[in-house]
């Protein structure tokens, strides 16, 4: 029994990471494009690769990276929930 529970945790677990790794190129690309757009809008000196560098270096500390990581956390919380209400309430 024990096993078959852990073989599960581990395949969700799989499962979640290439979820959030899917997520995270995802929402890099989409911020890259919001990036090179603004700077197509023009105003701006700054060259256009260094531009993005700086803007993607930013985002990399932004809090919408760190809410991505609630793939983990959502799901897990979830199911912990589940059974707590299943088994007690």
């Excluded at 790794?21 to 919001?34: G, H, M, P, Q, T």
């Amino acid at each position: 029994m024990f096993f078959g529970a852990l073989r599960v945790m581990f395949i969700f677990l799989i499962v979640q990471t290439v979820i959030y790794v899917c997520l995270s190129f995802y929402s890099r690309a989409v911020r890259r494009d919001k990036l090179e757009a603004q700077w197509d809008a023009g105003g701006i000196d700054t060259p256009r690769q260094q531009f993005v560098a700086e803007g993607l270096e930013a985002y990399d500390g932004s809090i919408r990276r760190k809410l991505i990581l609630g793939v983990y956390v959502v799901p897990i919380l979830l199911i912990c929930l589940i059974i707590y209400l299943t088994n007690y309430a």
